[in-house]
């Protein structure tokens, strides 16, 4: 059965929850911390490269990640430096300097307009 993610919003608790697919989304989710039903899903999988990787893999388990919060530009910076780390490989200066903006609190739509070369590949860092 999935384990789907959420963050309570009430209590900032992290809430594993188990569901069918069926119940995703049908069912309502309630915080096992404090009974909130204030929840915010987080971010299950992030698509990158489309990598049929093992290591990528393992890489996009959100547990992993500590506190991710897909909202937070610099939680997300966090992560794409993680993952950069960890791959090894050498990333274009347009990466870093992403990554420098997000942690310096930009949003990615921002930086995305400033930069339109990054659009225009095709490819997105992040779902
Ligand atoms: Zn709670």
């Known amino acids: 059965m999935p384990t789907y ?7 900032r608790k992290r809430v594993s929850v188990y569901q069918t697919y069926e119940e995703y989304g049908n069912v309502l989710v309630t915080c096992t911390h404090c009974g909130s039903s ?3 899903r987080v971010i299950g999988r ?8 093992s290591r990528l ?4 388990d959100p547990s992993d990640w500590g506190d991710f919060d897909e909202e937070d530009p610099r939680s997300m910076a966090r992560m794409m ?10 990333m274009p ?4 300097e992403v990554v ?10 921002d930086i995305e307009k400033s930069m339109p070369d990054l659009g225009g590949g095709g490819e ?4």
């Open 124 to 127: 997105d860092f992040v779902d």
């Open 46 to 53: 992030i698509r990158f490269a489309r990598s049929e990787e």
């Open 100 to 109: 420098d903006r997000l942690e310096a609190g930009e949003s990615p739509e």
């Open 5 to 11: 993610d959420y963050r309570c919003l009430d209590c």
């Open 38 to 40: 204030d929840l915010k």
């Open 81 to 90: 430096r993680k993952m950069s780390q960890e791959m090894g490989e050498e």
């Open 93 to 96: 200066p347009e990466f870093d």
């Open 57 to 60: 893999e393992s890489l996009a």
